[in-house]
Nanobody, 126 residues
Framework: QVQLVESGGGLVQAGGSLRLSCAAS????????MGWFRQAPGKEREFVGY????????DYADSVKGRFTISRDNAKDSVYLQMNSLKPEDTAVYYC???????????????????WGQGTQVTVSS
């Protein structure tokens, strides 16, 4: 079993920054890749980015490339999402997720992941 807890969401003005954290318990995060997703009201959950278990490979959705950065600290069983130059369209509930056991075949597909956090709200005002 894996438990994921996101934190760090809030209200920020356009152009501002936020850093989200995802803390894992139950099993160490160093064993598996982690993804970030978001869901805005009335929209489907969408891929934001992903980091491999070693932390040396990341991938991002085109909409956030160059503005968002994912990192991890396996000693702390935590993954982070640094969000800069935020836009109103980034407003959503943000989720971290992982697949355990087994490897990800399509990191961008929500149905690949079997453990999810409860989400944290990010609101960007214009």
């Amino acid at each position: 079993q894996v438990q994921l807890v996101e934190s760090g969401g809030g209200l920020v003005q356009a152009g501002g920054s936020l850093r989200l954290s995802c803390a894992a318990s139950g099993r160490t995060t160093s064993a598996y890749a982690m993804g970030w997703f978001r869901q805005a009201p009335g929209k489907e959950r969408e891929f934001v980015g992903y980091i491999n278990r070693g932390g040396y490979y990341t991938d991002y959705a085109d909409s956030v490339k160059g503005r968002f950065t994912i990192s991890r600290d396996n000693a702390k069983d935590s993954v982070y999402l640094q969000m800069n130059s935020l836009k109103p369209e980034d407003t959503a509930v943000y989720y971290c997720a992982t697949k355990y056991p087994g490897a990800l075949y399509d990191a961008g597909a929500p149905n690949e992941y079997n453990y999810w956090g409860q989400g944290t709200q990010v609101t960007v005002s214009s």
